[in-house]
């Protein structure tokens, strides 16, 4: 236990550096002139610095830390070590392709299946979210997160409903709106990373999502949860799933002990 408690600090400097290594060249992209693609349609967008960043990530991850493999969203799986990690390089690729300054870079450790360590940084506010398993940090202050006792007091981020939920039907509009009738504000702000770091900040009472993938979530969870607040995730039939890597999960999570029943209901198809 000590050995991996020593083994996860590590890793969250790791993590950090990593992110951060991008900070620059994310900053000088930013409302540079810039080639979009297309990836599976006009809601899904990708650019050469989504992948640039990803791969200078990876190789700043592989030489830190040799024993390790990768699974990028941009680049998929990489190298056979021990230590997977979960890189996200843009999480919000539609704000960075729009001007839109909200967006981040996710870099989360995995050993043995479990979350170790996580970095989430926002190159343009530049600001650190981290956690191992001994806490979680903003820059360099502990967080803990409160959550609002009543959804009347309470703000939720969340990209939901998103073109998958608008899919099934007029269901994600109806249980949107009662969303928005009932908690104090919801937002969606573009970036699931950065909406589980201010919901660890408690800055955010909750957050929630659909199908997301690992690197998505790898990162937020872990500092959600080192900072007091609780992280929930299901699976498509609305099961409970306990590890990051389950294929896209919906989750919920909460800052400090909030608890909004209709929310969890909502995230569970129930
Ligand atoms: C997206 C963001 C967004 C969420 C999308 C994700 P990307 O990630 O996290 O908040 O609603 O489902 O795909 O593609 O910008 O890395
Ligand atoms: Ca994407
Ligand atoms: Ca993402
Ligand atoms: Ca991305």
Redesign the pocket.
Known sequence: RDDLVGVSRRLRGVAAAAARSVGPMLREAFRAPLEVSVKTGPQDL?TEH?RAAERTIVRHLLRAHPDSRVLG??GGTQGAGRVLWLV??????TNFAHGLPHFCVSVAAVLDDDLVAGAIYDPIAEQMFTADLTGAWRDGAPLRSRGAPTADQAVILSDYPAGRDLARGPVAEVTFGALAREFRSVRRGGSGALALAYTAAGWADCTFATSTNP??IGAGALIVQQAGGRYLAFSADGEPVTTALHEAPNYVAFAGDADYPQVTALVRGR
């Open positions: 990708v989504d969203e941009e996200d390089p843009i999480d919000g690729t690197w998505d």
